[in-house]
Structures are given as structure tokens and as C-alpha cells.
């Protein structure tokens, strides 16, 4: 395990990603017309999703987010801002996008430290990192009824994924817990932002029905 400063750190950039993600999930609810019970179960759901997730696999059980009551006070605060000022919210779209970019960042670089700090090698904490980033919004649209964001094309895992890489390297290096977090948030932030800024996209498969001409 990592020492206490470094759980410490661990912990508040968890709380910052649940709160980030816990954001994104309420406005969903809210344009979804869900009552104030729907925007803070989809706002539970988003922030705490990936890393109940994350500490079921790496067996860190009860999770964080059922032991400690910051992880239900956060997203139940967010939902209720969301809630009560959604017009203000869902007028300010480039900070929705930034906030769930926000999350990304910290999710990928916090669960691959703690997967690490459970004794996991590399490849198997990046994918919890990637789990961390990735799991709450999974869940955020499955309930919402919507193709999950990373089954769409979107450019989301893949930030997340090379996110945890740097993170996950750099502790391995022996840089400590800070430097690698900050260089993985700062990576899959920036790459995320960039995607939604400039349209790129993950490849699609172009597949047509046997039978019929393709288009492209």
C-alpha cells in the first residue's frame, strides 16, 4: 500500500472526479425530464459507478463509496445544484464538457494508483484506471437509456486509457503518487477536450447488411 499522504491525495482527487461525474449524470436526468429521486440516482450513479467497480475487482471491499460518507454527500450535492439551477448548468455546455472531461482525468489517474496500491502489476491497474474512468458513465446511460458513450464513437476510453498508461508508468518509475497523477490528468483531459473541440472520433466499423450495396 502507499503511504498515508499519498491514500490522502488518492482520496481527494477521487472525490473531485465524483463530483465532477456526478455533475454530468444530473444534467442527463434533468434533460431526460427525471424527478429531483432520478437526477440524484443518475448523479449517485455517474459519480460513484466506475470506482465501486474498481474496488469490487481489486477486492477492496466494502467499496470506498459505501464506508465513507464524503462519496454520498458529494454527488448528492452535485445533483441537488444540477437539480435547482439546471438552467444555469445547462446554459454553461463548455463547462459540462470540461467537468466530464475533469472526471475522466482523475478517474483514469486515481484508479490505476489505487489498483497499484493493491498490489496490481501495470497492465492490470491501467485497466482499472480505464474501469474507474469509464464505468459510471456506462452506467449513467444505460439507465438513461442511451448507447453508452463509449460504444458511440466518441474519443472517451481511449483518453481515459492512455491517461492511466502515463499515470500508471510513472509510479512504476518511482515518482511518487502526485507528479504521474497530474501528468495522466493532464494527458487525458487535454486529448479528451481536443476530440470534442475538433470532431475526431474512434474508427467504426462500416458494416452492411449482406445483401445490400454499401453507400460509402
Keep these: 500500500m502507499f503511504p498515508?499522504?499519498?491514500?490522502?491525495?488518492?482520496?481527494?482527487?477521487?472525490l473531485l472526479g465524483v463530483f465532477a461525474f456526478a455533475l454530468s449524470g444530473a444534467l442527463v436526468g434533468v434533460r431526460k425530464k427525471f424527478d429531483i429521486f432520478g437526477v440524484l440516482v443518475l448523479a449517485g450513479?455517474?459519480?460513484?459507478?466506475?470506482g465501486i467497480i474498481r474496488d469490487l475487482m481489486i477486492g477492496a471491499v466494502p467499496p470506498a463509496a459505501l464506508t465513507d460518507w464524503w462519496y454520498l454527500l458529494?454527488?448528492?450535492?452535485?445533483?441537488?445544484?444540477?437539480?435547482?439551477?439546471?438552467?444555469?448548468v445547462d446554459r454553461l455546455e463548455t463547462w459540462v464538457v470540461f467537468f466530464d472531461a475533469l472526471g475522466l482525468g482523475l478517474f483514469c489517474a486515481v484508479g490505476t494508483i489505487k489498483a497499484?496500491?493493491?498490489?496490481?502489476t501495470l497492465l492490470p491497474a491501467v485497466l482499472m484506471g480505464v474501469v474507474t474512468a469509464a464505468g459510471g458513465g456506462i452506467v449513467r446511460d444505460l439507465l438513461a437509456h442511451r448507447v453508452p458513450i463509449v460504444f458511440r464513437g466518441e474519443l472517451y476510453a481511449i483518453p481515459a486509457l492512455a491517461g492511466a498508461v502515463v499515470t500508471g508508468i510513472g509510479v512504476q518509475l518511482g515518482w511518487g503518487s502526485?507528479?504521474?497523477?497530474?501528468?495522466?490528468?493532464?494527458?487525458?483531459?487535454?486529448w479528451r477536450l481536443l476530440a470534442v473541440r475538433r470532431g475526431w472520433s474512434a474508427p467504426i466499423a462500416l458494416h452492411t447488411p449482406s445483401g445490400q450495396p454499401d453507400d460509402h
Design 116 to 120: 497499484l496500491g493493491h498490489e496490481l
Design 178 to 190: 502526485l507528479v504521474p497523477a497530474g501528468a495522466g490528468l493532464i494527458v487525458a483531459i487535454t
Design 74 to 88: 458529494v454527488p448528492l450535492l452535485a445533483g441537488l445544484i444540477t437539480f435547482l439551477f439546471h438552467r444555469v
Design 4 to 14: 498515508e499522504r499519498a491514500q490522502l491525495l488518492v482520496m481527494v482527487l477521487d
Design 45 to 50: 450513479a455517474t459519480g460513484l459507478g466506475g
